[in-house]
Structures are given as structure tokens and as C-alpha cells.
């Protein structure tokens, strides 16, 4: 407090004096001026991330786009194999089976040996080359039938060509897939679903071709089957394009500044695991010099794990960091994204994991890709069997709606919000929850329940949503599960088996019983 002493201010020990007050004035108005502008900053940064980012978004797109282009643009011209080339109505299970089912085998082979593979050459060499020659494959591929279709007389009931086409075709779709898959992985978890939403995408480009150029096998004024030429060079030519624009993207994301440093990191981690390796190899059997060996073996890690952290850290240019929309967004594993990349290189995660040990780790991922893709494809297969009440052209609304609602459900799982309600048990409890739709679709299919078109489309909405959330998150969360880049793309290439495997098994069942 102030007191008076012959008409002169004095202050007492526990009053600040004028200059003490001015400074630190001054600090809180430094203070709230350093934040005004870190607030500004982070603003700018979030903006230009936003833009950024916007160019991988892009191109995830167009890779999902390119991989099941090939496929759909046979499935969605049944009509044309089974009247035209005079396969009969099992043209559609059976291409289907032959375009899938090797994929289990293909997905195998990576899962073994993808990793050793990436080792040796370099993670963006060995994905070209794999790219390269799965595109390349189903050019060709796609290309033969282009000409089957010229020349369809002579092929007319080949079953045995067609079908060997439709093996290979299948082969390079599953090349690409799993590639592409394991290089989304290595991308923070928010860009994710973006080359998901592309592979759902096929269907909605084909879908308005076909209805432009119309059906690519008619009935001539004889009452014979004829192919459309024109119309058959314009679809597959689209199915070119959008193969070969894939692998164009492909190269895009390899130029691109967060896509070229996470390769780098992961080929980085990669050697740090085979040095780790070969250090405890070198001490086997030396009983002499246990101490010493330990003692070296754990100052030559320790020099690697420095050596790969300074790497790592001089690479996380402000380029680089820019690119991830929110430094404090924290993802299911509990981690912001930049701590997952610059602290990817802890000795318990170094990407010398067994298969097994990784399966274990995902268990309950791995278990919900598998029941969520068999019902999807079972659920799928039913469409043809519904009879329609209201809308004559139902079984096409069911399919249009399979896909409408399993692209927004993979679009939620963009949202930080959406991603934080999910654990690996919440997403396995409802995925076993939406069994149900199988027994549900069967009786419907059996008129054993009220036949309404209408609820029966918003039934079918609610568990593609569903569905759609699974598939991606699976994706995302067994990679998330890692902080190794080797890992993440090693757990990602088993969901991906996992989902081939569940579409062999549900094409088996879909067989059997419709």
C-alpha cells in the first residue's frame, strides 16, 4: 500500500515498484503478441496444408479409381460374355471367382516376402516395378478382349480363353491393390480414405458410359447376339485410361514431398532392422566375450538409432511438416502424427516383427475386415433374388446403393471424430453385429418377411454405411497399431489378404446357395 511521508510517496516491501509494474506489463504484452502471432502462423500453416494436401487427396483418388476399373468394366458387361460369347448365365460367378480368388495367392506372396523385397531395392523402386508390370499386364489383358469382341465368331463359347484372360486380369488387379495399400499406409491416417472412396468410384463412371453408349450386345433382325463395336472400343479404351492413370499418380505421389520422405523413412527403417540383425547374429555363439559383445552390440545400435533419428529429423523439412493438417490431431494409437513419424525408430517397433506376432497385434481388425467383407459380399449376391414391390428396377437401386453408401461410409472415416469412436473391440462387436443382415436378406429373398422396397433400401443404406467404416478403418488402424513404416505397411498387406480371403470365402458361399 501507498503512504505519505512528508509529502513523499514511500512504498512498502511488498508493493512492486513503478519500473517492476511497466515490465511486466511489458512481458504480457509480449506474451499475448508472441500468441496473436503463432495463432496467425498456425492459421497460415493450416491453410496451406489444407492446399497442400489436396494434391495427394487427388491422386489417392484416381489410384483407388484405376484399381477396380479393370474389373468392373467386365462385371458391369455380363450381358455381353454370357449372350454374345455365349457363356450362359454362370459368365458372372465364375469371372468373378477368377478375378479375385488368385488374388489370395498374390496377397500371400507379398505378405512373405513384399518386405524383403523393399529391403533389397528400395520401397518406391520395387512399387514401380510392381505397378508397372500389373498395369502393363491388364493393358494387354484388356486390350485382348477389346479384340475377342472384333472378332467374337471365332471365340463364341471359348470358355477356356476368356477365362484365362480374366485370371491374369485379376492377378494384376491384386498386384496393384496390395501395392498401393501398403504405400497409402506409410500416409497419416486422415488421408486414408480417399484412395478407398476411389475404389469404390469405378461404378459411378461406367455407369453413365454404359447408359450413353448404350448395351455392348444386341439382338440383330435375324435374332442373333451381336457386339456394338463402337461401343465396345469406347468402354474398354475407358478402362485404358483409367489403368493408365493410376500408375501416373502413382508417380505423382512418389514426387511429392511427404510421399518421398515417408519411402525414404521406411527404407531407412528398413536398414536399421537388418543392421540390428546382423549385430545379434554376430554374437551367437561368443561365450568368450558375452560383455564385450553386448557392450558393442548395444553402442553400435545406439549409434544407428542416432544416426537414423538425425536422418529422419533433418528430413522433416518445414515442406514436409506442413503437410500434416494438424500437428496436435490425435490418432486411435495415441499420437500426434509428427511424434509417429519422427519417433518411428524406437528399439520395441523396428519392424522386426513375425507375421504371427503382427496378426496377433490386429486380431480384432483382422477378425472385422473378414466378417464385414463375407457379408457384404453375400448380402450383394442376394440382389437378383429380391422381388421388387414397388420400383421394377430394384435389384439396380440395391446395387447403386451399395456402393453410394459404402463410399460415404469410408468418406466419415476421413473425420478425427469418427476415427476416436473406434477401438479394434468396438469395431469387431459391430461388425459381428451386422451379421445379421444375412439371415434378415435370406428370409426377405424367401418372402418370409413384409415385402417394402423402401425399407428394404434404407436397411441396405444403414449396413453399407457400416460397412464402408469398416473397411477403411481396418486400414488405417492396423496401421496405426505400428510406428515402424515397415510395420504399417506389413499389417496393412494382411488386411488386405484377409479381405481377398473373405471374398473368396464369400463368392464360395454366394455359389452354394443362390
Known sequence: MWTMDLGKKTTTMHEKTPATKWTGERKRKTFTHYHRHRHRHRTEMKASSINRTLAIKVLFAVCGVSVFARSESVLLQTSMFSKCFELGDVFYPLASCTLFVPGVLVQIIQVVYGTRIDAAYGTEKATMWRLTTAVLGSTVVLTALIVASFYYMELSGNAAFIFTLLVFL????????????????????????????????????????????????VKN????????????????????????????????????????????LKDLQLQMAATTIRIDEDDIGDEENDHISALQRTQQQHQRQRSIQYST??????????LIDDEEEVEDNGHTERDTLLNANSNSDNGSLSTVAIVLKCLGIVLSQLVTTIAS????????????????????????????????????TAFVFVRRLFTQK?????????????????SYTANKLPQNDIVLLVLNSVQMIIAGVVFSLSFSMAANVFHSKPLCARASSIVNFTYYLAMAIGLAISLAIV
Open 377 to 412: 459380399s453375400l448380402v450383394a449376391s442376394l440382389y437378383i433374388k429380391v422381388h421388387p414391390t414397388r420400383f421394377d428396377d430394384l435389384p439396380t437401386l440395391l446395387i447403386y446403393d451399395y456402393y453410394i453408401c459404402g463410399a460415404i461410409g469410408i468418406f466419415l
Open 170 to 217: 485379376g492377378l494384376g488387379i491384386s498386384i496393384s491393390f496390395g501395392s498401393f495399400v501398403q504405400i497409402v499406409s506409410l500416409f497419416p491416417a486422415h488421408l486414408h480414405p480417399y484412395f478407398f472412396i476411389g475404389s469404390y468410384s469405378p461404378f459411378f463412371i461406367f455407369a453413365p458410359v454404359n447408359a450413353a453408349i448404350g448395351d455392348l450386345c
Open 313 to 322: 529429423s533433418s528430413r522433416f523439412s518445414e515442406d514436409v511438416e506442413e
Open 221 to 264: 433382325i435375324d435374332g442373333e447376339w451381336v457386339t456394338r463395336w463402337n461401343s465396345v472400343l469406347v468402354y474398354y479404351i475407358l478402362a485404358i485410361v483409367l489403368t493408365m492413370a493410376g500408375l501416373l499418380c502413382f508417380f505423382g505421389v512418389m514426387k511429392h514431398p511427404l510421399g518421398r520422405y515417408l519411402m525414404e
Open 426 to 442: 468396438r469395431l469387431l462387436v459391430i461388425s459381428l453385429i451386422r451379421l445379421i443382415v444375412i439371415p434378415l436378406m435370406l
